[in-house]
């Protein structure tokens, strides 16, 4: 059970993934004022990384249909857990940057 659950996981993000999640991190936690903005931050950046990969196929040259179909499946191939990591990745990474910006800056 553990070998899938964890192969699941692993196949869930590649490079492109990583690379995405890590700057909509960072532009989210820069962007942000307060730590009642953190929850909306986090749903904005998940949003914007779902629909990310329509956009990047479309303009270069995938037909609209099978680029949602392909931006569609990448969430839900990989099922669930995969979906709800991404979106806690975004809230641990944009705390983590606005919690370091805020230290930073009261110096």
């Given amino acids: ?24 991190s960072l532009v989210a936690a820069l962007i942000m004022r307060k730590w009642p903005q953190w929850p909306a931050a986090a749903g904005v950046m998940f949003v914007v990384d779902a629909v990310a990969p329509f956009f990047y196929r479309w303009a270069v040259g995938v037909p609209p249909n099978f680029a949602f179909d392909f931006a569609f499946s990448r969430l839900d191939e990989r099922g669930g857990v995969v979906v709800l990591l991404r979106l806690a990745i975004y809230f641990v990474l944009i705390g983590a940057i606005f919690f370091s910006k805020r230290r930073i800056g009261e110096r």
């Avoid at 964890?6 to 700057?23: A, C, E, K, T």
């Fill in 1 to 24: 059970m553990y070998d899938s659950f964890f192969d699941r996981l692993s196949h869930g993000f590649s490079g492109y993934d990583w690379w995405l999640i890590i700057v909509l």
